[in-house]
DNA sequence: AACGCGCTCAACCGCCTGTGT
DNA sequence: TACACAGGCGGTTGAGCGCGT
């Protein structure tokens, strides 16, 4: 315990900064950048240690910082977010322009904790609250907001949110010849940088590859020895720029990660094994912050084609961050998709 | 008005990692 | 390789505030 071994050297100042702190920093920083933060406070005339000075422009004084209280929106995105990434609260926030983790931390001990058991969800798990865990939360707090109408489509259980976009039962494969489960799904968020593919089948395997479920996206080749091995898997060829996925460990809890190089190359992905108790997912994500999801896989490539360009469609026209997520949209959504094969075909 | 309580949020703390020597 | 140091991160703390009694 006790001050960090920069703040043994000087006898430095702790605690709120005042107005005149405050003023010394960002003069400082607007007219020299930080460079060293070490340096920072010597150079600036402050009595504080250079964390100090840098958790300040950070959390407070930047001039990027979107001030005020979080929109729905915002909150949603959160929690969809902490379910893919837990509390790496500056990964979180780094998809938040103008928050900062600290806030976000702040946000999600102090409220979206406590809405989230108000529903029955467990904050941690992102799963269902046992049945007396969710008795003592509504005994806590009668008067507790209704839950959400949930659309109808089966939604993995890890996925909390109600604004996952899913597409039941895309995962059709004629031309593989493989078995594909009929819970397997294909879904991404309103935000639309996060793809998933889900298998919660207890009876057996399956697999599929983007380009069987989109026709205009060539067929991938992939080792038909897969076929018979306990895998999910997803095809994706010309992976968009920085993807990166995720995908549980069958043997633990624990979530393997890496980069997209393997699927430049055209290997097969090799989700995870399909455990029969337990659902079985892959979260894909690019770092590029243009990129969009569906635009991605009902074009088979980035960015849209011409084709659709002149046609004017936007395949994300159901994605409007706005609207409360149900079936209306998944059916508009889907009636769009059908309206871009048709141009397709023709 | 006084008090207690819960909530928010800025700031600190300790740990970890990367980098330079 | 070992060490020191800086930066970054997540967890925690505590002051200040609002609200109910």
Request: aromatic share 10%; with cysteine; charged share 20%.
């Amino acid at each position: 315990m006790g001050r960090h071994s920069c703040c043994y050297k000087q006898k430095l100042r702790k605690g709120l900064w005042s107005p005149e702190e405050d003023d010394k920093l960002l003069k400082y920083i607007t007219k020299f950048g930080h460079g060293c933060w070490s340096s920072v406070p010597k150079l600036s005339g402050l009595q504080r240690c250079g964390k100090s000075c840098r958790l300040r422009w950070i959390n407070y004084l930047r001039p990027d910082l979107k001030r005020g209280t979080f929109s729905q929106q915002e909150e949603n995105l959160i929690i969809e977010l902490h379910a893919l990434l837990g509390n790496r609260w500056s990964q979180i926030a780094a998809q938040l322009p103008g928050r900062t983790d600290n806030e976000i931390k702040n946000l999600w001990n102090s409220c979206i904790k406590k809405k989230l058991r108000q529903r029955g969800i467990d904050p941690s798990t992102h799963k269902p609250l046992e049945d007396d865990e969710v008795q003592k939360e509504k005994a806590a707090s009668p008067a507790a907001a209704p839950e959400p109408i949930l659309n109808k489509f089966v939604r993995p259980t890890n996925c909390s949110s109600a604004n996952y976009f899913s597409l039941p039962n895309l995962a059709y494969s004629p031309d593989c010849g493989s078995r594909i489960g009929q819970s397997q799904q294909l879904w991404f968020n309103k935000s639309d940088k996060f793809l998933s593919a889900a298998a919660n089948s207890s009876s057996g395997f399956s697999f599929t590859s983007v380009s069987s479920l989109f026709p205009s996206v060539p067929s991938s080749g992939f080792s038909s020895s897969m076929e018979l091995k306990p895998l999910t898997s997803l095809i994706v060829e010309n992976s968009p720029p920085g993807l990166h996925w995720e995908a549980p460990n069958s043997s633990n809890s624990s979530w393997s990660s890496g980069a997209g190089d393997s699927l430049f190359d055209g290997n097969l992905f090799p989700c995870t094994q399909m455990m029969p108790e337990r659902e079985s997912h892959a979260h894909f994500h690019s770092q590029s912050d243009d990129f969009k999801w569906s635009e991605y896989l009902l074009n088979g490539s980035f960015p849209l084609s011409t084709e659709l360009q002149s046609q004017n469609i936007d395949p994300c026209c159901e994605i409007k961050e706005e609207e409360p997520f149900g079936i209306e949209g998944l059916g508009f959504w889907l009636q769009n998709q059908q309206q871009v094969f048709d141009i397709r075909e023709t």
